[in-house]
């Protein structure tokens, strides 16, 4: 049987988190085996010849004290500032990433892409591309964990979580939850599938389309009749929704926030938590009516529709009071 | 000194015989005797479970039990562990029987509340019995919302309810202390002439003190929850899981320090009186004590890396997790200059002295690496941080745990432990502990989750190496109960202070009497002056 | 033990392990300072909650503590208040020896917080019949957001429930000091259990005073 | 321990300035502060409790370590709660959701 003792390295991140493993790995061999041969050496050397011995007390020195504590510190702050640095690019997902939308129940994985390929415990992506997941659960707290990308993100209920990964080798690799979630935790795994770009895209084209994310999301638009308030024109009792994300929007409150992906989550399933100035609160709740990935698909829909014509892009539309000079960075999650 | 005829002395074991006399006792010594039967009892219900989980997993495929027991395997495994074996473990024993008497005084300050606290201890692990025996719990010992609060069908509310009177027995053993330390130390007693024993449990104390509560609040809340279906952390409402997972380590990673901490105590002792010399730096290690318990408060949030806790609070509390690098380091170095030029003996709690050396230095290296941020996002959750928390507090407390058993065995019971079976068994249970443990960090760098069941067959070989290590550990774990338990009434009569020690423990009668000191000393010397008690014209034994 | 020598007043109430009645007065009053250190955390961990869900629902939260009788808060504070301070006459009189005196300050902040946990049990009844009480068949009319209103509610019922069950304890104290008090057993000399008993009543006043203005006082102004 | 005993007219007089703080945060609660709201009804607490424990507790008259032990309690609910709230405020400062 073959004894694999290192994992197979597969991503960006990879090659960082090993190099930082063999300087935390060389530290460790250096100190364990220092502290070992010390105690070793010590022990046979001064082993105890008769019963009445008695050695002289030792008084402690400063200066050591003060070395074996600077020392040791200086090199844990290598390990500080390499983790925070590969943490810090972790956490900081490339503008041109292809984006997937997770969602994650007990015990299943579902995947979804921009063009519609749904996928569980599955995931097709191309190599050498950067792949964003915005993920969410519908129950417990899952983790989404790539051994072979060295990545690892809790997926979090009620509220959405992002990691990223470019894949740099082909190949098949395991796809953990890696946080306890009940009975099938240990069932809850799948397949990360790395492709050559030309054979993601024979994929994508062979595969079983659903229609585009956004699409889906327009058919689910009408079919709710979210368009009797929100009409792309303004005039209906809602805000309009055309080229409402990335842009900040003035609340009822004062606050002025980013309409991003958390902000129209939270606002089809708890409406009135964040009212836009000037509209009352009027809009029913989607909580329970919509799954989470019919939310998704709104969004997607929500993201792809342009603003209204006569309005250049991003510019102040007429419904929603923007308030340019007050621009605050994003809310916090609920 | 008389060291033949224990049985005519009157002591604290045959002040009286009934079970009235233990059950309602005051005496701090009884107590602790008490609470060694309880957490024995509870080690081994523990180590079954652990049993059970290793043979599972000799396997991929879980064919041993089925998923739901398994989970609830390593539910009460973890739960009997930390908070009924670990918790307790040295503060309530070693600590509740010796840290009176190095001080000298009679008893701890409050001997009512001290017999309350074994009461709760009893009552908590009886709720925790009862919710195994009725059909377990399987949310894991974090008990991690929503999961604990909305999904799980099992046990969760007994087995909360037993964690949250336990923990009121471990706040008053620590407030005890506390105040004993701080009001019943004997004349000429100053703080630093205080045995460094004394000063980790002082530490211990205030994190029992300052981090229990939390605990203990968190799980009201979790019950409230639970049985009343009204929304504290959950998101359905707009709650937040993740304040849960910040108010749960805000005490259960102090807690890592309420087991290890009392067992830096005992090493400092182990290490000075088989070396007979004074702990180099005596000050710096009493001193890092206090930095670990206050430190050790300020870094609970490296649990949540890849909880969707923010990057800056990340990197904040990833940088004060270093911070406590430094006083365990200290430590470390200061007790292996102590055996510089010293007079090394090699009885048995010294061969388990070096085992903790050696092991927590590898479970506090390996400490270093999941505080690294974007190295823990990939060990987290797997058995790389299963094989840290093991070393640290298998190879770190119950190491210690072990050798001070061994250590005070003769003045707890007066009789001496057969010393070659003694060393045998700590040898086995180095060698087996490695065995099981050391293949767990390959396997977690590899990417073997945490708490699975069953696994990909490609794990399969390292973790049959585990469970074989487990197997030796085991034997390693049963021989001292069958040698220790043979020497209440075979080993040899101990006599007053067998090792040459130095504490004011080992100047009184094995076992101590009653009061323990015939009058209270008057203390003129340094801790680990050893010039008092060994050498020319100085009586040994 | 008592083969000690020690005044015949001192024996009666000396502890074996103490040499002398200070060094136990003063480890019975400090260990009761450390208790209350656990309690400050105890309670603390529900401040904590507390202030993130009021940090991430501010409107909510103000909506849903208006809907509070702050009137009736403000009276239930000073009742407290009031048992403070007939209990610090108490512990007082118990310093001078004055037993008369000091049964009937007992007694007075006895009845002082039966007073408070009244006012309480109407104000909790006040909440079920209003469907403030979370769980099932919880509704809250002012805000459309139900899920937050009920996180306000459900930590106002632990916090202020919690609170009470620490009177209810603090009741129960009084009461033993009272049978005490009446058999005679405090004097000038021994009366550390009415001294901390004390120490722990006005803890529980410090905890309401700071829940009464988080609870029942945030946006008054706005409503 | 006699010279610790107070006088009945110091317990009256902060009995009286308890009440009368309670009466003010009361009323102070509907004037339009905005921020301040919050940071006035916490002061007016926080000086309630000052006094019960300074007067009430005896606190003026106990000794450094009592002193030391409230101070500590303090200190250590500062840090659960500031902490807490580094994560709490910081999240999604990145840019990035979950984060």
Same mark, same amino acid.
């Given at each position: 049987m073959k004894l694999p003792l290192f994992p197979e390295s597969a991503s960006n991140f990879a090659p960082d988190v090993d190099h930082l493993l063999y300087y935390l790995v060389g530290v460790s061999v250096f100190f364990i085996v220092l502290i070992f041969a010390l105690i070793f050496y010590f022990a046979i050397r001064y082993r105890r010849r008769s019963d009445t011995e008695l050695p002289k007390p030792i008084h402690a020195s400063l200066a050591l004290e003060i070395a074996w504590s600077v020392i040791p510190f200086g090199l844990?702050?290598?390990?500080?500032?390499?983790?925070? !640095?590969?943490?810090?690019?972790e956490s900081r997902p490339p503008e041109n990433a292809m984006q997937v939308y997770v969602v994650a129940k007990q015990w299943m994985w579902k995947l979804q892409h921009m063009e519609g390929q749904r996928e569980i415990n599955e995931l097709h992506i191309p190599v050498g591309r950067p792949v964003k997941?915005?993920?969410?659960?519908?129950?417990?707290?899952?983790?989404?964990?790539?051994?072979?990308?060295?990545?690892?993100?809790?997926?979090?209920?009620?509220?959405?979580?992002?990691?990223?990964?470019? *894949?740099?080798?082909?190949?098949? #690799?395991?796809?953990?939850?890696?946080? #306890?979630?009940?009975?099938?935790?240990?069932?809850?795994?799948?397949?990360?599938? *790395?492709?050559?770009?030309?054979? #993601?895209? *024979?994929?994508?084209?062979?595969?079983?389309?659903?229609?585009?994310? *956004?699409? !889906?999301?327009?058919?689910?638009?009408?079919?709710?009749?979210?368009? !009797?308030?929100?009409?792309?024109?303004?005039?209906?009792r809602c805000p309009s929704l055309a080229g409402l994300f990335g842009r900040s929007v003035q609340l009822a409150d004062g606050r002025t926030i980013t309409a991003d992906e958390a902000y129209l989550r939270e606002s089809i399933l708890r409406p009135d938590a964040k009212i836009v100035a000037g509209f009352q609160p009027l809009m029913p709740t989607f909580q329970g009516q919509v799954t989470e990935e019919g939310v998704l698909e709104l969004i997607e829909y929500i993201k792809s529709l342009a603003p209204p014509p006569g309005v250049g892009g991003g510019t102040t539309p007429a419904e929603i009071n923007v308030n340019p000079g007050a621009a605050t960075p994003a809310p916090t999650n609920p | 000194m008389n060291t033949a005829a224990i049985e005519t002395q009157e002591n604290y074991l045959n002040a009286g015989y009934g079970l009235k006399s233990w059950l309602l006792t005051k005496d701090h010594?009884?107590?602790?005797?008490?609470?060694?039967?309880? @957490?024995?009892?509870?080690?081994?219900?523990?180590?079954?479970?652990?049993?059970?989980?290793?043979?599972?997993?000799?396997?991929?495929?879980?064919?041993?039990?089925?998923?739901?027991?398994?989970?609830?395997?390593?539910?009460?495994?973890?739960?009997?562990?930390?908070?009924?074996?670990?918790?307790?473990?040295?503060?309530?024993?070693?600590?509740?029987? %010796?840290?009176?008497?190095?001080?000298?005084?009679?008893?701890?300050?409050?001997?009512?509340?001290?017999?309350?606290? =074994?009461?709760?201890? &009893?009552?908590?692990g009886l709720f925790a019995i009862f919710a195994m025996l009725a059909g377990g719990v399987d949310t894991g010992w974090t008990f991690y919302t929503p999961y604990s609060t909305t999904y799980s069908n099992t046990w969760v509310i007994a087995t909360a309810l037993g964690i949250f009177v336990s923990g009121f027995s471990s706040i008053l053993t620590g407030l005890n202390f506390i105040v004993t330390v701080h009001r019943m130390r004997a004349p000429g007693m100053t703080w630093f002439r205080m045995p460094l024993f004394v000063w980790s449990h002082y530490a211990t104390a205030l994190i029992q003190v300052l981090g229990t509560p939390v605990i203990a609040v968190t799980l009201v809340l979790v019950?409230?929850?639970?049985?009343?279906?009204?929304?504290?952390?959950?998101?359905?409402?707009?709650?937040?899981?993740?304040?849960?997972?910040?108010?749960?380590?805000?005490?259960?990673?102090?807690?890592?320090?309420?087991?290890?901490?009392?067992?830096?105590? &005992? @090493?400092?002792?182990?290490?000075?009186?088989?070396?007979?010399?004074?702990?180099?730096?005596?000050?710096?290690?009493?001193?890092?004590?206090?930095?670990?318990?206050?430190?050790?408060?300020?870094?609970?949030?490296?649990?949540?890396?890849?909880?969707?806790?923010?990057?800056?609070?990340?990197?904040?509390?990833?940088?004060?997790?270093?911070?406590?690098?430094?006083?365990?380091?200290?430590? $470390?170095?200061? =007790?292996?200059?102590?055996?510089?030029?010293?007079?090394?003996?090699?009885?048995?709690?010294?061969?388990?002295?070096?085992?903790?050396?050696?092991?927590?230095?590898?479970?506090?290296?390996?400490?270093?690496?999941?505080?690294?941020?974007?190295?823990?996002?990939? @060990?987290?959750?797997?058995?790389?941080?299963?094989?840290?928390?093991?070393?640290?507090? $298998?190879?770190?407390?119950?190491?210690?745990?072990?050798?001070?058993?061994?250590?005070?065995?003769?003045?707890?019971?007066?009789?001496?432990?057969?010393?070659?079976?003694?060393?045998?068994?700590?040898?086995?249970?180095?060698?087996?502990?490695?065995?099981?443990?050391?293949?767990? %960090?390959?396997?977690?760098?590899?990417?073997?989750?945490?708490?699975?069941? %069953?696994?990909?067959?490609?794990?399969?070989?390292?973790? $049959?190496?585990?469970?074989?290590?487990?197997?030796?550990?085991?034997?390693?774990?049963?021989?001292?109960?069958?040698?220790?338990?043979?020497?209440?009434?075979?080993?040899?009569?101990?006599?007053?202070?067998?090792?040459?020690?130095?504490?004011?423990?080992?100047?009184?009668?094995?076992?101590?009497?009653v009061h323990n000191f015939d009058e209270i000393p008057v203390v003129t010397h340094e801790a680990y002056d050893y010039s008092t008690v060994v050498g020319e014209g100085v009586e040994v034994g | 033990m008592a083969e000690q020598a020690h005044t015949p007043v001192e024996t009666l109430a000396l502890r074996e392990q103490f040499d002398t009645a200070e060094q136990q007065k003063e480890s019975s009053t400090f260990g009761m300072w450390v208790f209350l250190v656990t309690e400050v955390m105890f309670f603390g961990g529900m401040f904590l909650a507390y202030t993130v869900y009021r940090n991430t629902y501010p409107v909510v939260f103000g909506m849903a503590s208006t809907s509070l009788n702050a009137l009736i808060g403000a009276l239930n504070t000073a009742v407290l208040l009031c048992s403070s301070f007939t209990m610090v006459m108490a512990v007082r009189a118990a310093q001078l020896g004055r037993r008369k005196v000091l049964i009937w300050f007992l007694i007075l902040t006895l009845l002082l917080g039966l007073v408070f946990l009244g006012v309480k049990a109407y104000e909790w009844n006040e909440k079920f019949v209003e469907h403030h009480v979370p769980g099932m068949h919880f509704h809250f009319e002012g805000a459309a957001e139900q899920g937050p209103a009920q996180l306000f509610f459900s930590l106002y019922f632990a916090m202020t429930g919690l609170h009470a069950l620490h009177m209810v304890v603090g009741a129960g104290i009084l009461s033993w000091l009272l049978y005490h008090a009446l058999r005679g057993r405090f004097t000038a000399e021994y009366m550390t259990p009415v001294d901390i008993a004390g120490l722990y009543w006005h803890f529980v006043d410090i905890i309401w005073v700071f829940l009464f203005p988080l609870l029942y006082l945030i946006d008054r102004h706005m409503r | 321990m006699s010279e610790n005993i107070d006088s009945v007219k110091t317990y009256t007089a902060v009995w009286l300035i308890l009440l009368a703080l309670t009466g003010i945060t009361t009323a102070v609660a509907y004037v339009d502060l905005g921020a301040f709201s919050v940071v006035i009804a916490l002061l007016i607490a926080a000086i309630k409790m000052l006094l019960v424990a300074l007067f009430f507790m005896h606190m003026r008259h106990s000794t450094r370590l009592t002193q030391l032990a409230a101070a500590g309690a303090f200190l250590w609910l500062f840090i659960m709660m500031a902490f807490t709230l580094a994560d709490v405020w910081t999240r999604g400062l990145v840019g990035t959701q979950g984060r």
């Open positions: 844990t702050m290598i390990m500080f500032a390499w983790g925070a !640095n590969i943490f810090f690019k997941l915005v993920m969410t659960s519908e129950d417990a707290i899952h983790s989404f964990f790539v051994p072979a990308f060295r990545t690892k993100q809790d997926v979090v209920p009620g509220r959405y979580s992002t990691t990223w990964f470019t *894949a740099t080798k082909p190949g098949k #690799y395991h796809l953990f939850c890696a946080e #306890y979630c009940g009975t099938k935790h240990s069932g809850m795994t799948g397949w990360i599938y *790395a492709m050559e770009p030309q054979d #993601y895209q *024979a994929w994508l084209s062979g595969g079983r389309a659903f229609g585009s994310l *956004a699409e !889906n999301g327009e058919k689910l638009f009408q079919d709710l009749a979210c368009g !009797n308030c929100h009409k792309a024109d303004g005039s209906g | 010594k009884r107590i602790a005797i008490l609470y060694l039967i309880t @957490v024995t009892i509870f080690f081994f219900i523990g180590g079954i479970f652990a049993s059970l989980i290793r043979i599972e997993l000799l396997t991929p495929q879980g064919d041993l039990v089925s998923s739901d027991t398994y989970n609830k395997l390593f539910t009460m495994h973890g739960i009997t562990m930390i908070f009924f074996f670990l918790i307790p473990s040295i503060p309530a024993t070693l600590g509740n029987f %010796f840290l009176p008497m190095m001080i000298g005084a009679r008893d701890l300050a409050f001997p009512r509340v001290n017999l309350l606290s =074994w009461y709760l201890l &009893v009552i908590g019950f409230c929850e639970r049985a009343f279906h009204i929304g504290i952390f959950d998101p359905a409402l707009g709650g937040d899981p993740v304040l849960f997972q910040h108010m749960f380590w805000f005490y259960s990673h102090p807690a890592v320090y309420i087991m290890v901490l009392p067992a830096m105590g &005992v @090493v400092s002792e182990l290490i000075s009186v088989y070396s007979r010399k004074p702990i180099f730096g005596y000050h710096f290690v009493a001193f890092s004590s206090m930095a670990i318990a206050v430190v050790g408060f300020l870094v609970w949030g490296h649990h949540l890396f890849v909880s969707t806790q923010s990057v800056y609070a990340g990197l904040v509390f990833s940088l004060l997790s270093y911070f406590v690098a430094v006083p365990s380091a200290v430590k $470390v170095f200061n =007790w292996t200059a102590t055996l510089y030029k010293g007079s090394i003996s090699f009885a048995t709690p010294m061969l388990y002295a070096f085992g903790f050396i050696g092991l927590f230095t590898i479970g506090g290296l390996t400490g270093l690496f999941v505080a690294s941020l974007g190295f823990d996002v990939h @060990v987290t959750d797997t058995y790389f941080v299963v094989a840290h928390f093991h070393y640290v507090m $298998v190879g770190g407390t119950i190491m210690a745990y072990m050798g001070g058993l061994h250590y005070w065995w003769p003045k707890m019971t007066g009789r001496m432990y057969p010393e070659a079976w003694a060393r045998l068994s700590a040898v086995i249970i180095f060698v087996g502990f490695n065995l099981t443990f050391f293949p767990q %960090f390959i396997l977690g760098y590899m990417g073997m989750p945490r708490r699975y069941h %069953f696994y990909p067959p490609e794990f399969q070989v390292l973790h $049959v190496l585990s469970t074989a290590g487990a197997s030796v550990l085991a034997v390693g774990y049963l021989l001292p109960m069958i040698y220790l338990l043979w020497s209440l009434r075979y080993g040899e009569v101990a006599g007053r202070n067998p090792w040459g020690a130095t504490g004011l423990e080992w100047t009184t009668q094995s076992p101590p009497p | - | -």
